[in-house]
Nanobody, 122 residues
Framework: QVQLVESGGGLVQAGGSLRLSCAAS????????MGWFRQAPGKEREFVAR?????SSTYADSVKGRFTISRDKNTVYLQMNSLKPEDTAVYYC??????????????????WGKGTLVTVSS
């Protein structure tokens, strides 16, 4: 059974940092794209970052220069620096073979975690 399990969320002050982790199990993800989406209260889920099997990464404009995605075998990380109150959201880990699905709300992506809450206070 495939599982994606996020960890590392919490409460942080604006300007602070958090590191999210996502442990994937149940199959080999070396050929999968892995990434992060987030959903703020009352808003649609949105793309945050993705990393391919080769290590190339892409970011949403809103987090570029502040967030860094990385991966190590079946674990993907999201280092979040200079956090802002508008970064407050539930962050979801995702995995799929297709790069093209890592945009917008991530419709069609095969695997999702249950999410971890990040709250940034002003």
């Amino acid at each position: 059974q495939v599982q994606l399990v996020e960890s590392g969320g919490g409460l942080v002050q604006a300007g602070g940092s958090l590191r999210l982790s996502c442990a994937a199990s149940g199959r080999t993800f070396s050929s999968y794209v892995m990434g992060w989406f987030r959903q703020a209260p009352g808003k649609e889920r949105e793309f945050v970052a993705r990393i391919s099997w080769s290590g190339s990464s892409t970011y949403a404009d809103s987090v570029k220069g502040r967030f860094t995605i990385s991966r190590d075998k079946n674990t993907v990380y999201l280092q979040m620096n200079s956090l802002k109150p508008e970064d407050t959201a539930v962050y979801y880990c995702a995995a799929d073979r297709s790069l093209l699905l890592f945009k917008s709300i991530g419709g069609g992506i095969d695997y999702w975690g249950k999410g971890t809450l990040v709250t940034v206070s002003s």
